[in-house]
């Protein structure tokens, strides 16, 4: 018969080895992105995944697939609100549709800087927005960049705001970019970003509308003369996890996803300005022809969506709206 002694040993032993084998548990997670590696939308992911390996120690792995690999942006977000997908991080815009209150963010010509974006995302409005997500089965853990959004078309340079008048330009999926475009005098046509390049190739539509570095990724160049410096509306990314998946995590481990996810943030971000204006040049040297729309005409087409403007603050909510205006008042310019 085993001394009370001995028992007890054994017990301890077992406990500690049981301990050490939950904290030792392999967590595998996929992120998925819908541009290219190039873009700073993957590398963001990619250095995230880089961050969260190194402070783990190699025990949580996530796996990054590029390029739409897994889905689009809406498709993904499904994904995870099903608990088959971890991470994603799509434009804010599409997240728009899950909660509508992030179609804010898109409101044309409201931020004045990057910087000004920051603030107001970093602060306490960007993370009352980050709030709603878990009623969607949604977490979020940081707010990325994909920058402001230029106009792009194979026809002709937009100077003012009547050059758009019949071109067909593809939107994303959002209610508040249709109607934006549609006001300008063009036919928005949505559909995902990994469908768009064929989309242009075969003149299915005219036109588009990206940061500097997204028309660089996916070789716009190819498909479109003419990019025109609207500037019309900032994007944000969001890193977003499914919440089944967040839910089954350790306090210590979400901890450690936040603090990495914040790391990468700062290189996402730096990344992407750098891009932004690197890749300006680059698409001159692959012959786009960029003519720069003064500020006059931004005004001009401003004063033509005023009721776009306006029908798009009451659809996200009087109080999101006042709320995000003063807090870009508050922010640095
Ligand atoms: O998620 O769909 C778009 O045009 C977005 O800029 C891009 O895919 C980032």
């Known amino acids: 018969m085993m001394s009370n002694f001995f028992k007890s040993l054994v017990i301890a032993t077992l406990g500690i080895c049981l301990t050490s084998w939950v904290n030792a548990q392999e967590i595998k997670a996929r992120l998925g992105t819908s541009l ?3 873009h700073p939308q993957t590398m963001g992911a990619r250095k995230f995944s880089e961050i969260v390996d190194k402070k783990s120690n190699g025990r949580i792995k996530i796996t990054v697939y590029s390029s739409a690999q897994l889905g689009s942006d809406q498709q993904m977000q499904s994904a995870l609100r099903g608990g088959t997908q971890e991470f994603t991080v799509p434009s804010t815009a599409t997240l728009a549709n899950l909660v509508k209150e992030f179609g804010v963010i898109g409101l044309p010509f409201s931020f004045s800087s990057e910087r000004q974006a920051d603030a107001v995302l970093d602060g306490p409005f960007g993370q009352g927005l980050m709030a709603r997500l878990p009623e969607r089965d949604l977490v979020g853990l940081a707010f990325w960049e994909n920058g402001f959004r230029n106009f792009t078309n194979s026809k002709r340079p937009i100077v003012k705001a009547d050059d758009l008048t019949g071109l067909k330009v593809r939107t994303m999926q959002n ?6 475009f549609n006001g300008l005098g063009a036919n928005a046509v949505p559909m995902p970003v990994n469908e768009l390049f064929t989309a242009l190739e075969t003149h299915a539509v005219d036109a588009q509308e990206n940061p500097f570095t997204v028309v660089h990724a996916q ?5 479109q003369k003419y990019l025109s410096t609207t500037g019309h509306a900032y994007d944000a990314l969001a890193l977003i996890a499914s ?7 350790k306090p210590e481990d979400r901890q450690l996803l936040l603090a990495a996810a914040q790391e990468a943030t700062l290189y996402q971000r730096q990344v992407s300005r750098e891009l932004n204006s690197r890749t300006r040049s680059e698409l001159v040297k692959l012959g786009m022809q960029i003519n720069d729309v003064s500020d006059a005409e931004r005004q001009a087409m401003r004063t033509k969506l005023a009721p776009v403007i306006a029908k798009h603050q009451a659809a996200v909510g009087e109080e999101t709206a006042k709320a995000f205006f003063a807090a870009i008042a508050a922010a640095p310019k």
């Open 219 to 223: 070789k716009f160049y190819d498909v």
């Open 175 to 180: 209610n508040l970019y249709i109607d934006l």
């Open 243 to 249: 919440k089944k998946f967040w839910d089954g995590l």
């Open 36 to 38: 290219p590696e190039v």
